[in-house]
């Protein structure tokens, strides 16, 4: 079986694109991917039938020279099914707009919480050592120390409750409708004597 | 006897297009409708069941192509049963989520969308076990994945879209592995149809032969959440109402079992990938239980027990001897209806106590005895608790795995032994904090808590909630809501209001997949003797060839 090489290389690159497209985070992106990869493969399907044969006409023709039908029927089966799965990604990226403000896909709440809480235990494990090395037990240092503690469990806090929101999705109706970044959440929630959640929280960026 | 064969998968579509035209006008009629198709489905199944067990498969070309042109399905013995379990299982959590829908007052909602969905749900799971080629179980996936879609996202909440897009995206992408490895067996063979698939894959090269299965291996395994492949599932299905949850971590898994179990002993005989399954299985058993040891949420937990779970049918698919398939078809069977109705009654105790945070929820084995009654005997099933069908299953795959010993089998046998201890630890965690201890003081009636009691970072003197608004740590907090107003857990995504009587139908129909989990005791005796001839019959391959070639 010999197959077009052009046929093939289009294939490759389109799948490629697809894939790359894919690792991103909006939605519409991922979309902009799935079909392109969707596309790419379908040319492979074709590649299946080999050399391209005569046309199909019913006389004249030798039957066993006409192109393998068959892979064609899967394509044209593939591309329905993926138009209705774009169609139905795309109403879910509009949704996710409407929700959130951006289609980007969010991680998975208990793994950024996880992750928060490594780095924010870190941190405190870190300015304890520093602290217990200073030797410094003046009532200045000391107060130091707790406000950077406190710092540290501020953005905890302002990350569980900004979850606590999505999970009820009772957050701020005015957000809600006109549709607002995660990152505004964070400030209408933020502290008025501690400092913003955003501004250090490399969660909402990630 | 032949032409029953397609009807499994042609009355639920022909039923979606009744539901979706008279359904937003004459709701009862959609319900009726509904029960009525799947109870014949039912039926339909333990006919087919019955049948191919007499009498070997049967098969039938749709529109009378011969094989490589036309569309084949096929019944036999294994495909008869898990037909058979899978319809039983989506008529109970119909019938459930009938009585919720009903409770909610859901058929306020303009669009009826849950009823046509879940019958194509339902068409989609009975074509991927008909199917008899590659292409038409691409098409069946397809079909259950776009229902599925729609399910997981119903009402279209934050949680839900969120949850629903990475499982989408996931679904989107092994689709376009399967598509892929599609055109390349049809590239090396020149058919899709999986009875002449089986006589022409074994004079490939056997790099190819390799690569295809590897390629299909690594499909169904994303389908069925095998280890390295499962991360999707946890993050995405425990968001989905109740039901819904309860029917995907039942059938949508076991599904990719089924085409793992198909295709490995049709197309691919000689088990050349069998240390690799274990490997994964084993991978999956320990990963999954572990996980489900750390979490906190019933739904959560029972997914992560669901995916260590699987470890076990992958085992048996890895052993690749004719006891082991027998027990791993037991498994399956018992894990989809165990499984299913865990998450049911997760659905129960949501709606009593208004979530399923165990460290929020306690006290429901005195207030809610049935409830508790309900929740024990399947999770004592999951953990393989003597009597109960878990530990059939299990034996049958460790003595399988004893009986071949080699290595790897003596290591799964001992990593199988010590996750079914896990699970029972989990259980035994779940029964503990949920129905066993006193209420703790912040449950249901005082409001609802925004985040959970924990506070192990909070390890300053003065101790207890900051009280600085809008941080979370606010402490209990009574809000101007109804009592117990929670999470959003209905079909439609409105918030649950907790009940302590809960309604009939929903108690009844899990108290149906409760008795469908003993009866497996009850018969094991016929379950296994029709699974061990179930699993001669897919080593054997003649029959089922022979069926649809027709020599």
Known sequence: MTVSASLLATAAVLCAVGGILMLTRPLTRILLGAVIAGNGINLFILSATGTAGREPLLYGVDLARVTDPLPQAIALTAIVITLATTAFLLAMAYRGHQLTGTDEVHDDLEDRRIVLRAEVLDERDELRARFRADGDRSAEARRAYRDERRRLRARLRADRALQARGRNATGDLWHDVLGADPEDYAKSAEDPQGPGPDAQNPGDTG | ?551
């Open chain 2, 1 to 551: 006897m032949n032409a029953l064969v397609p009807l499994p998968v042609l009355l639920p579509l022909c039923a979606t297009g009744l539901s979706l035209a008279f359904g937003t006008r004459l709701k009862r009629f959609q319900r009726f409708i509904s029960v009525a198709v799947l109870t014949a489905v039912l039926g339909l199944s333990v006919a087919l069941m019955i049948a191919a067990d007499r009498n070997g498969p049967l098969s039938v070309h749709l529109g009378d192509f011969a094989p490589p042109l036309g569309i084949t399905l096929v019944a036999d013995r294994l495909s008869g049963l898990m037909l058979t379990v899978s319809s039983a299982i989506t008529l109970c959590v119909l019938v459930y989520s009938l009585g919720q829908g009903m409770a909610d007052r859901d058929e306020e909602t303009p669009v009826a969308v849950f009823h046509p969905a879940y019958l194509i749900l339902v068409a989609g799971v009975s074509c991927t076990f008909l199917a008899g080629d590659l292409v038409n179980l691409y098409v069946g996936f397809e079909i259950m994945l776009v229902a599925s879609f729609v399910l997981l996202t119903l009402g279209g909440t934050g949680p839900r879209i969120r949850a629903g897009s990475t499982y989408v995206i996931i679904s989107l992408f092994s689709s376009m592995l399967f598509l892929t490895a599609i055109a390349m067996t049809y590239a090396a063979t020149g058919t899709a149809n999986f009875a002449q698939l089986a006589e022409r894959l074994g004079g490939l090269p056997l790099g190819v032969q390799t690569l295809i299965q590897a390629m299909l291996l690594t499909v169904f395994a994303i389908k069925a959440a095998v280890f390295p492949l499962a991360a999707w599932l946890p993050d995405s299905y425990p968001t989905a109402p109740a039901p819904v949850t309860a029917v995907f971590a039942g059938l949508l898994t076991k599904v990719g079992v089924y085409c793992m179990l198909r295709t490995e002993t049709l197309l691919f005989p000689g088990n050349r990938l069998g240390d690799l399954l274990m490997a994964a299985a084993l991978a999956s058993m320990i990963i999954g239980i572990l996980g489900a040891v750390a979490q906190t949420d019933l739904k959560r937990l029972l997914s992560f027990t669901l995916i260590s779970h699987i470890g076990y049918m992958v085992f048996g698919i890895g052993l690749a001897t004719r006891q082991a398939y027998g027990g791993a078809i037991v498994y399956v069977v018992h894990h989809i209806t165990v499984q299913t109705t865990l998450f049911l009654v997760a659905g129960l105790i949501e709606r009593r106590s208004g979530t399923t945070e165990l460290t929020r929820i306690g006290g429901i084995a005195r207030a809610a005895p049935a409830l508790a009654v309900l929740f024990f005997v399947p999770a004592m099933n999951l953990a393989g608790i003597p009597p109960l069908s878990g530990f059939i299953g299990k034996l049958g795959l460790m003595r399988a795995g004893v009986a071949d010993g080699g290595v790897w089998a003596w290591i799964l046998v001992a990593g199988a032994t010590a996750t079914s201890l896990l699970t029972l630890y989990v259980m035994a965690k779940v029964w503990n904090l949920a129905f066993w201890r006193a209420a703790p003081p912040g449950q249901a009636a005082a409001g609802t808590v925004l985040e959970s009691d924990d506070d192990s970072d909070d390890d300053d003197a003065e101790g207890g909630p900051d009280r600085m608004a809008g941080t979370g740590d606010e402490g209990v907090r009574v809000r101007h809501q109804p009592a117990g107003l929670a999470v959003a857990a209905t079909l439609h995504g409105h918030a649950v209001t907790t009940t302590s009587v809960l309604p009939r139908p929903m108690t009844w129909a899990t108290a149906a997949a409760v008795a469908l989990g003993l009866s497996f005791t009850v018969f094991a005796g016929p379950l296994t003797s029709y699974t061990d001839r179930a699993a001669a019959e897919l080593l054997a391959r003649t029959p089922y060839t022979q069926e649809v070639l027709g020599r």
